[in-house]
């Protein structure tokens, strides 16, 4: 999948906003800090911001985010990989990783395998969107199915639905000496014509528009936002509200 940093940091205040609440929870002063999925790096550079004296080192599988955290996260390094194969080089202190984690499935075998990757007393700080029933995520998979685009978009899955919460507390409560985890529902204030489309075109709808060519990608984006629109009319002082779900975890090894 392509991502495309300036298209991602359009809404960036409201993206901004639960990775500060994740950060505000964390109780630690590490030598050894990874943002996993650090995409454009602004996260990166207020985890250094917050711990100058420690080794903050951003990794995504994104070239061109990479390249853009490069420039915005002074002092920090950056590594390009996969969640999937990830392991770091050494034992972290904080393991942090906002609304990045939920692009891959796998999850029973995933988060255990990262607080491993935790020394002992290590943090893992994960915030992932909870969004899969909620129309702006449900229904770009009804509109793939449904027009000239959809053979093209037989085999996408978008990003797969996360764990419920008790879920992750059963997984991770066994290797966790201390273990919180919460839910949020965020009533983003959005701006702009057509915005929970903007918002989408950033993150959850680039599996389905990357495949496409320009004119089906036209067409399925018209379909979609004509199918969306009812859901998140704007109000009368011009704002579209988007009501977000978010899952919050932060496990101490
Ligand atoms: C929505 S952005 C979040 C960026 C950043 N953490 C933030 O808070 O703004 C998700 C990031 O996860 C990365 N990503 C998604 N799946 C990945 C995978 N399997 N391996 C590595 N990076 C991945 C993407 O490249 C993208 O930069």
Known sequence: MRWDPAEYLRYGDERLRPALDLLARIDAAPGRVVDLGCG????????????????VLGVDGSGPMLERARAAAAGCRFAQADFGGWTAEA???????????HWLGGHEGLLPRLV??????GVMAVQMPAMHAAPIRALQHQVAAEGPWAPLLAEIGGAP?????GQYWDVLRPISSELDIWETVYLHALSGENAAVQWASGTSLRPFLDPLPADLRAQFLAAYSAAVAPHYPRRADGTTLLPFRRLFIVARR
């Open 40 to 55: 454009p790096g602004n996260v990166t550079a207020i985890l250094k911001q917050r711990w100058p004296g420690a080794d």
């Open 91 to 101: 034992a972290v202190d904080v393991l942090y990783s906002n609304a990045a984690l």
């Open 116 to 121: 491993g990757q935790l020394a002992p007393g």
């Open 161 to 165: 639905p996360i764990l419920e919460a």
